[in-house]
């Protein structure tokens, strides 16, 4: 049995309704609230990219712009309005030389926040919605020391943000960005702090073409061997290549050593300002973090596992509708099993469990 709520304005109207029982046959929680504008990637990504928590409930913007608190209890779905001052914004308001559309990211450890600086306008590629791009990244320490570093003059950080996550455990976080060549193309940059500096610590090759990006995805430990591995789309546009590598080496001579990939993917719609569609989370139970994200049509869901080492897509879900916003991973019913949300381009939000 499965419960179908639409909720219009203040009054909750749910219909029950019987799904095929069939032995693991996934489970769709959620239907329709309404036209939905947007979600809200909330807490667990303020840091900028999902490592696998889940919340217990999410935002979500309606169409006619009330922001609701989506949770469930009893296996009946709640929304409650939000006041705008509990909504996360992310913005570099007051942080100074940010690129226009930069996003803050915020973590708890030695790097407090961080974001990107010094636009300019030296590539004509225009991916992620204008033909600014960032010349520096700039963080604020835990003592609130001010640190930027610049990227050299043939290249530009290609992004929105600077993600700030942990890649070595050893409770730093390091700085995940894409940078890129203007003759050859995106690469993964990975810089930490040192001291008083930001220093680089390894850098992916670049794609080789000019004007060929990828995104950031997720990270986590996806095969078990307790080591953090950080996975990206590389031409998400273009037949997406999902790679997954790890941080290895020590001290400031590391390498981004490439573990996996696997073809057919996207994580991100050409001209769009939104990056985070991937999450990550144990989505088959078998103990490991799998990766689930768009293929590369847009139009269903895939669940990536690397168990052995071994890269496959474990699960394929059907999308009714293109996939433009966020995806997003909580557990709304907090059953211990991540929910995917996402809003598809004509606005409904559409919840998969496994
Ligand atoms: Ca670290
Ligand atoms: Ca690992
Ligand atoms: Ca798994
Ligand atoms: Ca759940």
């Given at each position: 049995m499965i419960k179908f709520c639409k909720i219009i304005v203040a009054a909750a109207i749910c219909i029950y309704s019987t799904l095929p029982v069939n032995a693991g046959q996934r489970t769709q929680i959620a239907s329709t609230l309404g036209c939905i504008k947007t979600i809200f990637p909330g807490v667990p990504v303020l840091s900028g990219i999902h490592t696998g928590k889940l919340p217990t409930h999410i935002l979500v913007r309606r169409c006619d712009d009330l922001t609701m608190a989506i949770s469930m209890r009893n296996g009946v779905l709640r929304s409650t309005a939000v006041q705008n001052r509990f909504i996360p914004k992310y913005t570099t308001r007051g942080k100074g030389l940010a690129i226009p559309d930069a996003r803050l990211t915020i973590s708890p450890k030695n790097i407090r926040e961080a974001w990107l600086t010094r636009p300019n306008q030296r590539y004509d590629h225009a991916i992620l919605g204008d033909n600014i791009e960032a010349g520096g990244l700039a963080v604020v320490l835990a003592n609130k020391q001010r640190l930027e570093t610049f990227a050299d003059k043939?290249?530009?950080?290609?992004?929105?943000?600077?993600?700030?996550?942990?890649?070595?455990?050893?409770?730093?976080?390091?700085?995940?960005?894409?940078?890129?060549?203007?003759?050859?193309?995106?690469?993964?940059?990975?810089?930490?702090?040192?001291?008083?500096?930001?220093?680089?610590?390894?850098?992916?090759?670049?794609?080789?073409?000019?004007?060929?990006?990828?995104?950031?995805?997720?990270?986590?430990?996806?095969?078990?061997?307790?080591?953090?591995?950080?996975?990206?789309?590389?031409?998400?546009?273009?037949?997406?290549?999902?790679?997954?590598?790890?941080?290895?080496?020590?001290?400031?001579?590391?390498?981004?050593?490439i573990i996996a990939e696997l073809k057919g993917f996207s994580n991100h719609t050409i001209g769009s300002r939104e990056l985070m569609q991937a999450v990550t989370f144990d989505w088959d139970k078998d103990g490991l973090n799998d990766i689930i994200l768009p293929g590369a049509n847009r139009r269903n869901i895939k669940v990536v596992s690397l168990a052995d080492s071994q890269i496959k897509v474990i699960d394929q879900i059907p999308i009714d509708g293109e996939i433009t916003g966020p995806l997003i991973a909580a557990d709304l019913d907090e059953n211990g099993t991540g929910e995917v949300l996402l809003v598809t381009k004509d606005s409904r939000l559409l919840t998969f469990s496994p």
């Open positions: 043939n290249s530009v950080f290609e992004d929105r943000m600077a993600r700030l996550v942990d890649l070595d455990g050893d409770g730093e976080s390091e700085i995940v960005v894409v940078q890129t060549d203007i003759d050859h193309g995106a690469a993964i940059a990975v810089f930490s702090v040192r001291g008083e500096e930001i220093v680089k610590l390894a850098q992916s090759n670049p794609i080789g073409l000019s004007h060929r990006w990828l995104n950031p995805a997720v990270a986590a430990d996806f095969n078990g061997d307790g080591i953090i591995e950080l996975a990206w789309v590389e031409t998400p546009h273009i037949g997406g290549i999902l790679k997954i590598a790890r941080l290895s080496g020590s001290g400031i001579k590391r390498k981004l050593e």
